[in-house]
């Protein structure tokens, strides 16, 4: 039992490695499309929101696109802003690891902290791709975008 909960924290481990590895690629390309989209896109893209308000001229897919995506990046937003507590969360397993007594408890633990890590970088890994794919959507409406953001705020 314990060699399979060690087997599995080090599977758990390259799991985050790799989430970690896309969420830090899919983090680059956000802006190289559109510096200004990307700025409307910031956090919850609240921003967003305000310069849809009064819509500029969108086709129906595009409408309804972005509709879908902007409610992606709102319902994961919450969990992929926690990058902090998942910090604090991996010194405390690691400090666990190094100085607690090694036995299947505490490695059911840690595999739980790193499982709550690897939900918090695959929040952030989805809304960085859906910002990016935001982007690409709205490139043609760019300037239209930013004109309502900033008449409206």
Known sequence: MNDI???????????????????????????KSSMVLSELLKKDARELRIALQNAPKLTKK??????????????????ANKTGTMILILAVQQWLVIFAKQNWGLITIEIAMLL?????????FRVNIVRSQLERALKPYEDRLWFEYRLRS
Do not use: E, P
């Not at 409408?63 to 937003?77: D, E, S």
């Open 62 to 79: 595009t409408k309804v696109l972005v509709t879908k995506k902007i409610k992606v990046i709102n319902r994961w937003y919450f969990l």
């Open 116 to 124: 709550i890590c690897g939900l918090i970088l695959a929040a952030d």
């Open 5 to 31: 909960l060690k087997v599995s924290d080090f599977i758990l481990i390259y799991c985050l490695i790799s989430l970690w590895i896309g969420d830090f690629f899919a983090m680059r390309n956000i802006g």
